[in-house]
């Protein structure tokens, strides 16, 4: 009897503690589970953060920033806006081709014989094809009407209505301004699905009022930091950490970056280092055709958040900007303008103190 009673018993706990594990098994799956998706959400995040910030210009904000060149083209030797902006829109990739950013040619116009200015060798139809270079955007569409106004073979262009745009589509694919056969439906579908005709109906004194980022540099800024106790960087007095195509190559912040040298574009080190256009200038905080001088500092991957630790805050100085101190800096400029409450736009008044790390205040 009290052998059956230990052996009813023992069976309780075998059963108990069989219960016990398979429950602790259950919570350390959910665990787990739990874990894999929060760290999924997380990498989103951080996937969603990277691509904004290194987003292309979109279709509409090119539009938007150019149209008013397009307009006063049209005004000047009488090509439709509708017309150059969706060209300008195809050719150009919205402004993200590598081409587009590296000459701010617009238009893919070919050197020819009659080019006298900077040239950039560029695969197209063949290898190695030689593209005008401007100073910026404005020239190339100033150039593109004048390509066409003075070409022979567009001639005829000009006897088109300027609202007749999809003459003008034809009549482009006619003269042999471009090879693929579509050419002429792909410029009318975007002019048609970006409204583009009204711009054909429009003066340039309607684009008299200044861009959102003209009224943010019109605001100063005066840091309230405390001074800073120790002398900004000089990162490009650092040795260097590597040499690569024959370019050496520096660190800033744990960030690698180059020193554009005499006579180099950008172009070459985007092919150097096998990165797009589009991207290069983005991790650098540069502007879409804007002129990069010698002796720049080029970063080849993603700035961090924050200066480094010995560094805190930072007194302006003369011509410095939020960008300039950025890229001393080795930092995001969004997050150096979120961390002085400013946006990078605004003007930093000289000799004010700014933030390029969360600051810690330091007990005496």
């Known amino acids: 009897m009290i052998t059956c009673e230990i052996l009813f018993f023992e069976r309780i706990y075998y059963f108990a503690s069989l219960r016990y594990f398979w429950e ?36 509409e904000e ?25 060209q300008a829109c195809l050719e150009s990739s919205n402004g993200n081709s590598d081409l587009s950013i590296a000459s701010n040619n617009h238009f893919g116009i070919k050197c020819h014989s009659s080019w006298q200015g900077k ?22 569409y100033v150039d593109h009407s004048n390509f066409l106004r003075n070409g022979q073979r567009y001639a005829f262009l000009f006897d088109f209505d300027k609202n007749d745009f999809t003459s003008w589509a034809y009549g482009l694919k006619r ?12 410029l009318i579908k975007i002019i048609e699905d970006n409204q583009l005709y009204k711009y054909d ?65 950008m172009y070459m080190i985007s092919r150097k280092f096998s990165i797009p256009m589009w991207k290069l200038y983005a991790i650098n905080d540069f502007a879409v055709g804007q002129e990069i001088p010698e002796g720049t500092m080029v970063y080849i991957e993603r700035k961090s958040l924050r200066a480094e630790s010995k560094y805190q805050t930072h007194t302006v100085a003369e011509g410095e900007t939020f960008y300039s101190i950025a890229q001393l800096y080795g930092m995001q400029v969004n997050r150096l303008a979120r961390l002085n409450k400013a946006n990078p736009e605004n003007t930093l008044e000289k000799g004010s103190n700014i933030y390029v790390r969360k600051y810690t205040f330091q007990a005496e």
């Open 24 to 59: 602790r098994q259950i919570v350390v799956y959910i665990r787990c589970q739990m874990k894999k998706i929060v760290s999924f959400f997380v990498l989103c995040c951080v996937w969603i953060g990277v691509s904004a910030q290194h987003a292309k210009m979109s279709r």
């Open 62 to 86: 090119y539009i938007e920033k150019y149209a008013k060149y397009a307009v006063q083209e049209m005004h000047r030797v009488g090509i439709p806006a509708s017309i150059t902006l969706a």
């Open 201 to 265: 109906s429009m003066t340039p004194d309607m684009f008299k009022e200044k861009t959102r980022k003209e009224h943010e540099a019109e605001v100063v800024v005066k840091g309230d930091a405390p001074h800073s106790a120790v002398a900004p960087p000089m990162p490009w007095k650092n040795e260097p950490i590597a040499t690569k195509h024959d370019k050496k190559i520096y660190k800033n912040n744990g960030k690698k970056f180059v020193i554009l040298d005499k006579n180099e574009t």
């Open 119 to 140: 040239r950039i060798y560029h695969d197209d139809d063949a290898k190695g094809e030689c593209f005008r270079v401007y100073n910026d955007v404005y020239e190339s």
């Open 175 to 186: 003269a042999g301004y471009a090879t693929n056969p579509d050419y002429p439906k792909l």
